[in-house]
């Protein structure tokens, strides 16, 4: 019924052993979840593909945004304001 390349872990192990869970997870294996000499479930890895980054369309969708082009001074003196607005003024130093 299982395969011999599962694992298993007891509700105690998760808590104490997160770190072989982490591992087995990390190494594409299956766990098999134990209560009370049962198997109650099946922890599996999720698998992620990122979709590889393009360029091309990046540039398109930040084009679309029509984002305005700003200094550095024009960026440091918007951020200090909402700070500004956010926080109030500063305590002066003595």
Do not use: C
Request: no cysteine; proline share 7%.
């Amino acid at each position: 019924m299982y395969s011999l390349t599962m694992q298993a872990i007891s509700f105690t192990q998760l808590r104490t052993e997160p770190r072989k869970l982490k591992r087995l997870l990390e190494e594409g294996k299956s766990i098999d979840l134990i209560h009370r000499s049962k198997v109650v479930g099946e922890i599996k890895p999720k698998v992620f593909d990122p979709e590889p980054f393009d360029p091309e369309k990046f540039a398109k969708v930040v084009k679309k945004l029509n984002l305005p082009k700003l200094s550095g001074r024009e960026i440091e003196r918007r951020y200090r304001k909402v700070m500004m607005e956010k926080h109030g003024q500063t305590i002066p130093r003595y």
